[in-house]
């Protein structure tokens, strides 16, 4: 029998094997690019796990995601499904009474009892004044320890839900690995989230981009393969 290899558990072999290689990089609506190794992005995940750690997150949490909905392809949703995983938790896209939400940029509110923003600047910048009951993911996330020690579910844990799924911890690893570069505009917060893992698992990269661009000429300069 293959022994499973989670998504998390295969981060982490990245960071040792190809730190420094090229993982996520984002274009936005405007063209505005960045680019985060394998490092980096691990990172982010490392210390995102972290807060979600200090908020009480655990397996049992409902932690919904519309930050990911509205943005699929933005590196700083993206951050939180791997962060989730790492811990041993999930998403659960859509719930109806989440315990912990993160949104997006655009008029912050509570909207469950842990309400956490997202600038969705380019460079991870914070935001500022946000109303009462909701963090600041930038701020809360930057605070914590760079280090976090992977500690996956088990193969038939949950992992992913939405209106038109249900994954397992072992559904996710076995998705089929991707070796090389490829761009990709994702249409939705799965889709993103497959391909980033898909090249976790492969060691390979992704370009997301939200711009009107030609995604050729686009794929052309980053030397990927344009998905459909």
Not at 128 to 152: K, M, R
Not at 157 to 173: G, I, M, N, S, Y
Request: hydrophobic content about 50%; charged content about 20%; proline content about 8%.
């Amino acid at each position: 029998m293959i022994p499973l290899r989670p998504v998390s558990v295969c981060l982490e072999r990245l960071v040792r094997t190809a730190g420094g290689a090229p993982l996520l990089t984002h274009y936005g609506p405007a063209g505005e690019r960045t680019e985060l190794s394998v490092a980096s992005f691990a990172n982010w995940v490392a210390k995102t796990r972290n807060l979600a750690d200090e908020l009480g997150v655990d397996a049992d949490a409902a932690v919904d995601l519309p930050v990911l909905a509205d943005r699929p392809a933005h590196w700083m949703g993206l951050v939180w499904p791997f962060a989730l995983w790492q811990a041993g938790a999930s998403v659960h896209l859509g719930a109806p009474a989440a315990d912990v939400a993160v949104v997006g940029p655009d008029a912050p509110a509570p909207v469950a009892p842990t309400t956490i923003a997202c600038s969705l600047d380019p460079w991870g910048r914070a935001l500022a004044d946000l109303p009462a009951g909701v963090l600041d993911f930038s701020s809360e996330a930057l605070a914590q320890s760079d280090a976090a020690a992977s500690t996956p579910g088990a193969a038939d844990d949950p992992a992913w839900a939405d209106a038109e799924r249900t994954l397992t911890v072992a559904d996710v690893a076995a998705l089929e690995p991707i070796t090389d570069r490829v761009l990709a505009r994702p249409a939705t917060a799965w889709d993103a989230t497959a391909l980033l893992a898909r090249a976790i698992l492969g060691g390979g990269s992704v370009v997301f981009t939200e711009s009107d661009a030609d995604p050729a000429r686009t794929a052309a300069s980053e030397k990927a393969r344009v998905l459909a």
